[in-house]
């Protein structure tokens, strides 16, 4: 036997990445390529493999801790005479950016899929339904790759479990959740309209009512889909779809409002298919089943407001439903192993937003483990545990709801893959190349089950780069069939108040990566529009290339925004990255006046030294 280092193998563009789960113990029997620790950037998540089988003797590496190619993960022992060295690559879960001319905003690293872990099965069994292409999935990823491939021209069926088309995103997700967020942020707004003379009195809330226009909200959007499914002539099965070989999936009808199975079955043979099964919410082992420990979609169903409200994970997710909460009259407590909230975001962003909702939380444990909770007449009780070492926790706290909101798990694990031979990591993720194809020649996968980011806009882009591949292969088209996910960026947005937003390379990854940048900031203290709005707490970033290549012209490489409609306005910050914009383009884009937007033009300004609507910079 011989004792060797695990390290971490080529991870990249990334200089370091945080480790989000570790998945061995020591003293496990691993096999060689077994997945030891998830990490994550703002951009991906990723499993480090293991290059050899073996026992794991220690760990290197706990949770919240930084690694980098090389890093010591754990140390193996191994059979005499294998221990030569073979790093295996990075399972990256998300399709890259490819080599764009200025240096590129960081991306995940490009991966073949991986080889097929088992043979797909063979079905002998006849078909009920032929279609060309076959979508698992009803969410944005999968409508919107059923429409797309419909709009070319081919036949398509799409299988979803539920009741409406929409999945996540339409039904508890995005939309449900801005429903309620825009009427948080109006209440707070017009609470702030007592200093400038228009006092409303204290606001009544009518539950029932708000969570009828929440549901009222959905229902449009859901019915929209389903109409548009039927002028597209896209057949819609209801069911719970499962692989039965690499070119049938079986459906077990369901009805009602769950997933209830009714007992008929039909089977749908494919040309070509797309996973589209999306992902669902952490939930934490110990976590006691009560009804007043949810998940989003058990807050949003927005049964009562609690006194003392736990939100459980300090990401954008948690943060929106807390914003929610909070306005409608609950105390918040946060808490985070990590050492700031919303991860990924620039920390002077945050800070902004920080500043602003302070009064909404007793208690942000920063640093800090949930390590056991249990229900109790008079509430959830929860312990804590320090993730870091001086750090000190509070005493067990009572809380009247919990929200889980501890992140997504892929849904790879549950459609039967391995009958189409379809390779799913041990998280359950599915890897797939730019074209969004899977080991499997002719079955794609998009959206949340492919990787980070797990987020709507991703899910639809991706969703026309397979149904046009598709296209392109069976009609022959060779300018559909080289089409490829290439985005250089992705943004994200927190839909809190302020909103926060970003795009690209943030200004802690030009740090850490060693990448000189220029900044443009234009405080929104004089802009114009956010005085008028009274809120001039934001702040618009942009960071342009700096390095000597560049000669003073660098082109935008990322920005962040902070402050009310950040969200709205960022989408201009990621076409100028997209076009390889510079500070000139950016700012002698005549921007109209008094727009927030127009922060854009000056925060580039102030990066060219041509803004007069701050005070003299310093040459
Ligand atoms: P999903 O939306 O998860 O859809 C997958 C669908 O597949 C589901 O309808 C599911 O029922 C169906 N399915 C799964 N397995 C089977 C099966 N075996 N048979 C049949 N059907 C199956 N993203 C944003 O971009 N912006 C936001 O503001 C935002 N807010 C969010 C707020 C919350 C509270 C949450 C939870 C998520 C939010 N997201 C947001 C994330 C967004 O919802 C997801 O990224 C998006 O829905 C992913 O789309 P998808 O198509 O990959 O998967």
Redesign the pocket.
Known sequence: MAIIDIKVPDIGDFAEVGVIEVLVQPGDTIRAEQSLVTVESDKASMEIPSSHAGVVKELKVKLGDKVAEGSVLLTLEVAQGAAAPAAAPAAASTPSAPPSESKPAPAPAVQAPAAPKTEAASFGGSADVECDVLV???????YSAAFRAADLGLNVVL????ATL????LN???IP??ALLHVAAVMDEVSHLKSAGIDFGAPQVHIDTLRGHKEKVIGKLTGGLAQMAKMRKVTVLR????FVGANHLEVEETTGTSQDKTGAKKVVAFKRAII????Q?VRLPFMPDDPRVVD?TGA?ALQGVPKRMLILGGGI?GL??GTVYSTLGARLDVVEMMDGLMQGADRDLVKVWQKMNQHRFDNVMLNTKTVAAEATPEGIKVSFAPAKDGVTVPEPQVYDLVLQAVG?TP?GK??AAEKAGVAVTDRGFINVDIQMRTNVPHIFA????VGQP??????VHEAHVAAEVIAGELQGNKELASAAFNARVIPS?A?TDPEVAWVGLTEDQAKAQGIKVKKGLFPWAASGRAIANGRDEGFTKLLFDDSPEAHGHGRILGGGIVGTHAGDMIGEIALAIEMGADAVDIGKTIHPHPTLGESIGMAAEIAHGSCTDVPPQRR
């Open positions: 698992l999935g009803g969410g944005p990823g999968g299988v979803e479990r539920y929409g999945g996540v995103c508890v997700g995005c959740s801005k069911g719970y779809g499962h589209a099964a999306g992902s919410a989003s949003l997710i929106e439903m997504r849904n549950k459609i998009i959206g949340d089950i797990m987020l709507a806009h991703k899910a947005v839909y």
